[in-house]
């Protein structure tokens, strides 16, 4: 017998019909001997839905008062699922955050977690009883609801699979693993047997957004072992036990992967895009040490994350531009932060562009292997792509584009770097 944490995001959890099929999906991992907890999102758009509200009710919500509305999407799904298992004969009952209860930090709408102790969770799966527990909320120290961030279901189920010292957490989506690049935009994506939670890190913090960024390093840090797979399978489908998505596993479970399966480790794990970012260039700053300092200290103080940089060459003697992106979020505040410390900085123009795209790809395999920086340049340049800037790091080169080439950029790479799934297209 063993613990399981299963997730369901939203496409899988969207009306009481998709709801159902979840809950046989439960039922079957249940009756195959295990205990079972299960971590829901809210419904597909409902939380953007409940987004929308707190906007239109107060531009300038309140961070408390907004949580206290978004966490609503998935407690309606959690009692569902629950209503859904008895209905099938399955003892479940719902966890809410405070009840459970996941202890985070104050951060309304981007809380960490910071313990989970749940005892009575424990017991209640050790008497048969399947645990339904709401994804994204938590409570504060002082007994407010909290959220976790967009997509922080992934994250309240890694932690909670760590918390009752699961054997497996499963996150189940509406794609059955995780792919060479986004499946919907390249149909020659190919299906990964695993990848390393490094790779899936940096991956997911370049836009692949099949799970959550922090939900990955949380189970990196925890040694969770994660499997990723689809909810839209039939009765006869491959039994979840029998590993038949993605791994998230460790470098060197990835050499015995590897071996097993007699396969060369690729250069290139996987190509991600995220058209989030926005582009903000200031003209004729001082060339002079202290001036980056003057930009960029700021907007750090703000909490605004800068993401790419670039000091171009000075155009007069004395002068640059200094180009770099922030998310497209945060651009209307750090373009008035900024224009409020235009004197100290001293930039003549300052430009902003959001119709742009980071495209990246990432690989350990790169740590290995020079060339892959060019393979990407001359890809792009074949196809007229310009590059805007460029970062990388140890296993991952980004490279900022026009928007609209975003698409193009993404199936050039995936072909340049042999990923295309060979005819059958997916
Ligand atoms: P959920 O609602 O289940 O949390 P998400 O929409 O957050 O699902 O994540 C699943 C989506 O992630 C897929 O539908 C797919 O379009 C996207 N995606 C992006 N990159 C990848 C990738 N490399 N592999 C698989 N899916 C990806
Ligand atoms: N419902 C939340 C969101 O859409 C959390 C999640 O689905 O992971 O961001
Ligand atoms: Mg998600």
Request: proline share 3%; with cysteine; glycine share 8%.
């Amino acid at each position: 017998m063993a613990r399981i944490v299963m997730k369901f995001g939203g496409t899988s959890m969207a009306g009481t019909e998709r709801i159902r099929r979840v809950a046989n999906i439960v039922r079957r991992q249940q009756a195959a001997g295990h205990e079972v907890a299960v971590v829901v999102s809210a419904m597909a758009g409902e939380t953007d839905r409940l987004v929308n509200f707190c906007r239109e009710a107060n531009p300038l919500y309140d961070p408390a008062e907004y949580d206290v509305v978004v966490a609503s999407g998935e407690q309606v799904t959690s009692g569902l699922l629950a209503l859904t298992l008895q209905s099938l004969g399955c003892k479940a009952r719902s966890w809410l955050g405070w009840q459970m209860p996941i202890q985070t930090i104050e951060a309304h709408a981007k809380a960490r977690i910071d313990c989970i102790d749940a005892p009575e969770v424990v017991a209640s799966m050790q008497r048969g009883e399947i645990a339904v527990i709401p994804g994204f909320q938590g409570i504060s120290e002082d007994g407010r609801i909290t959220t976790l961030g967009r997509g922080g279901s992934d994250t309240s189920a890694v932690a909670v699979a760590a918390a009752l010292k699961a054997d497996r957490c499963d996150i189940y989506t509406d794609v059955d693993g995780v792919y060479t690049t986004d499946p919907r935009i390249v149909a020659k994506a190919r299906k990964q047997k695993a990848v390393t939670y490094e790779e899936m890190l940096e991956l997911a913090s370049v836009g692949a957004k099949v799970l959550q960024t922090r939900s990955v390093g949380l189970a990196m840090k925890e040694g969770v072992r994660v499997q990723v797979l689809s909810s839209f399978i039939d009765d006869d489908a491959t039994p979840a036990d029998e590993l038949p998505g993605t791994l998230i596993v460790s470098d060197e479970e990835m050499e015995e992967i590897l071996k097993d399966s007699d396969m060369e480790r690729q250069h290139v794990t996987g190509i991600a895009h995220d058209k989030n970012e926005a582009k903000i260039i200031l003209t004729r700053v001082p060339d002079k040490p202290g001036a980056v300092a003057h930009i960029f200290q700021p907007l750090a103080q703000a909490s605004i994350n800068v993401d790419m940089i670039i000091q171009n060459v000075g155009r007069d003697k004395g002068e640059t531009d200094v180009t770099f992106t922030v998310p497209q979020a945060d651009l209307p505040r750090a373009q008035a932060l900024l224009e409020d410390k235009r004197s100290d900085i001293g930039f003549n123009r300052i430009i902003t562009d959001d119709h742009i795209a980071k495209i990246s790809v990432v690989g350990v395999g790169m740590k290995s292997h020079a060339g892959v920086a060019s393979t990407m340049f001359k890809a792009l340049a074949d196809r007229g792509i310009n590059i805007q800037a460029i970062t990388t790091s140890e296993i991952k080169v980004s490279v900022l584009i026009d928007e609209d080439e975003t698409e193009l950029a993404v199936r050039v790479l995936h072909t340049a770097y042999g990923l295309d799934a060979e005819d059958e297209a997916a």
